[in-house]
């Protein structure tokens, strides 16, 4: 069975659109079981969030980034494929329907995947 453990990366302003792409995308992925681990979901706030993003992406599989207009303004997105990057956690980049933003330094190479 195919199976992975993802940290998904995104603008909680993205949220709404985010959730309802990926109710399609586990599928098209190939993937039977994802264990998705959104930063939303975190409950109570810790006190080092920094260490906690650390930590959850050094365990990930995989990050999934979905990249839009309002990921590109994010500070916190940005630490995440900056935490990503340095730990060498591959990223797949997921491009929001008709968001047109540079993507970071690093991930231009990437197969990107459109969502909408």
Same mark, same amino acid.
């Given at each position: 069975?195919? @199976?992975?453990? $993802?940290? %998904?990366? +995104? #603008? ?6 985010? +959730? @309802?792409? %990926? ?12 264990? $998705?681990?959104?930063?939303?979901? &975190? ?9 906690? $993003? !650390?930590?959850? *992406? ?5 990050? &999934?980034?979905? &990249? @839009?207009?309002?990921? =590109?303004?994010?500070? &916190?997105?940005? +630490? ?7 730990? !060498?956690?591959? *990223?797949?980049?997921?491009? =929001? #329907? ?6 970071? =330094? !690093? ?7 459109? $969502?909408?």
């Amino acid at each position: 069975m195919n @199976s992975r453990k $993802i940290f %998904l990366s +995104y #603008s909680m302003d993205d949220r709404p659109f985010v +959730y @309802s792409a %990926l109710k399609r995308l586990p599928a098209s992925e190939g993937l039977h079981t994802v264990e $998705i681990d959104d930063p939303a979901d &975190w409950g109570a706030k810790t006190e080092d969030v920094r260490k906690t $993003i !650390g930590d959850k *992406i050094r365990r990930a599989d995989m990050v &999934w980034l979905v &990249w @839009s207009d309002q990921a =590109a303004k994010s500070p &916190w997105v940005q +630490y995440e494929v900056g935490m990503a990057q340095a730990l !060498g956690v591959p *990223i797949r980049v997921l491009l =929001a #329907s008709g968001s047109q933003p540079t993507l970071p =330094a !690093g991930l231009a190479d990437k197969d990107v995947l459109t $969502i909408d």
